[in-house]
């Protein structure tokens, strides 16, 4: 074997090395790591106080308990994980923050996306079911229920939307069609609170289109 050759092999070893090599973090990283887990909760219920106080500006009280009902329910998943991980002996190193910052960049992609294209369509889609609705339910639970017919409302909201959710849920992962846009969401290789917000805009335009058809019922889209 000649110079040229051996010297060839070695700088692709070197590089094999290199690129192979395990992603663990100083000590000092870990610790960097550890103290700032909770930074995505608090963007999270950062995001959702704005939301609040927005849907409070408009008099929406069923987008109001839906948007405190997720900002909670996030807060106590994570505080589940964080448990969990102690439990586990769980580390946080620099692939999980990696993988939690490219969760977040494709989330604020997507959402740009929706907020553009998806959720305006889809606005019209169930404005358009609710005008040719079979059943006006809202109307009906008024007349039932009075001042407290926003909160049942809400409740019967919260039962039907999470209803066609699990079946739009279901069908990701059972057609191939949808399956691809539902990848998206596992393609994570670290499973923590991050990767809720891992999501397809045309994932989520599809969950929108089976909650839309609620409308029907005279559910106003609002």
Known sequence: MNDLTARRRKRTRSWSMTT?????????????????????LVIALIIGAFWVVSKLRTHKLQAVIFAVGVVLLLGVEFLRWRRSRSQTGEKLDS????????????ALIYGIGSALIVIPLLYAFAQWVHSHA????NE?????????STVVIAILLFIVVDFSYYWAHRLGHRLELFWANHSVHHSSEHYNPTT????????????LVLVSLWALLGFSPL
Request: one cysteine or more; charged letters at 25%.
């Open 134 to 137: 079979i059943f006006q339910i």
């Open 196 to 207: 809720a917000v891992r999501i397809s805009f045309l994932d989520e335009a599809w969950d």
């Open 95 to 106: 692939t999980t923050f990696v993988d939690g910052a490219s969760s977040f960049c494709i």
């Open 20 to 40: 192979n090599e395990n992603p663990h973090p100083t000590k000092a990283e870990a610790k960097i790591f550890e103290r700032y887990s909770w930074l995505p």
């Open 140 to 148: 009906r639970l008024k007349d039932i229920f009075g001042g407290a």
